[in-house]
């Protein structure tokens, strides 16, 4: 496993000490409204639970979610990373990301975005990777656009209406992908 690093971001993979980190996000409606099926807020439970799925992820394919401090203060920021994705009985690997509301706006997702999927293609060695968001999240939708990902279709995820975005790993290397400027 090779240490996850962008220009302003280091990451490790996703354990359940980041217990309190990941608070921050679940417990924060702004981040859940696009985040939770329902939109909102998530006790300790889910947590507990989205973290020992992601532990186990790491443990059965050697790579996951990162949890992302900022550089040069060392403050939790979010999450992204890379993981498997059943679509209409299709294996996917997805690139997913979260970022603390207080810190929404500055590149940070695009920029841990695009570094997961440099991941992906360069070390995992994947043909093409998948972003999916519900279709009214424009936040997202910009992130993926900002990594050269490109609409393909409408799908349903979770029983709501979803999109979904691909990237090929010919796309990518053709790309001008860089994150924040
Ligand atoms: C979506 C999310 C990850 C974006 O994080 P971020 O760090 O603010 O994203 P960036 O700063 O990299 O922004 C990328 C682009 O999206 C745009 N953007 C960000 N939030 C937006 C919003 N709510 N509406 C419209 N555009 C938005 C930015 O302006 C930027 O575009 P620009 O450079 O052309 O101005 C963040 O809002 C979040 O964590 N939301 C809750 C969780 C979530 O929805 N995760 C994705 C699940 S699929």
Redesign the pocket.
Same mark, same amino acid.
């Given at each position: 496993m090779l240490p996850f690093t962008t220009a302003r971001l280091l990451g490790h993979p996703a354990c359940d000490d980041d217990f309190a980190s990941l608070r921050i @996000?679940h417990e924060d409606p702004? !981040?859940? /409204?696009? @985040?939770a099926p329902d939109g909102r807020p998530r006790d300790a439970q889910f947590t507990r639970a989205m973290l020992a799925r992601m532990r186990s992820h790491w443990e059965r394919h050697d790579f996951g979610v990162w949890m992302l401090t900022r550089a040069e203060d060392g403050i939790f920021t &979010?999450y992204a990373g890379l993981q498997h994705l059943q679509i209409d009985g299709e294996t996917e690997i997805e690139v997913?990301? /979260?970022? $603390? /509301?207080d @810190?929404? $706006? $500055? &590149?940070? =997702?695009?920029?841990? /975005?695009a570094a997961s999927l440099s991941y992906g293609f360069a070390t995992l060695g994947a043909a093409s990777l998948v =972003?999916?968001? @519900?279709v009214n999240? %424009? &936040?997202?939708? =910009? !992130?993926m656009? %900002?990594c050269a990902m490109r609409y393909e279709r409408d799908i349903e995820h979770a029983e709501l209406p979803h999109v979904l975005y691909r990237i090929t790993a010919a796309e990518f290397g053709g790309a001008n992908v860089g &994150? %924040?400027a």
């Open positions: @996000l702004r !981040v859940m /409204a696009t @985040l &979010g997913m990301y /979260a970022i $603390r /509301a @810190l929404w $706006r $500055r &590149g940070y =997702a695009s920029e841990a /975005a =972003a999916i968001t @519900l999240n %424009h &936040g997202s939708r =910009a !992130v656009e %900002h &994150g %924040h």
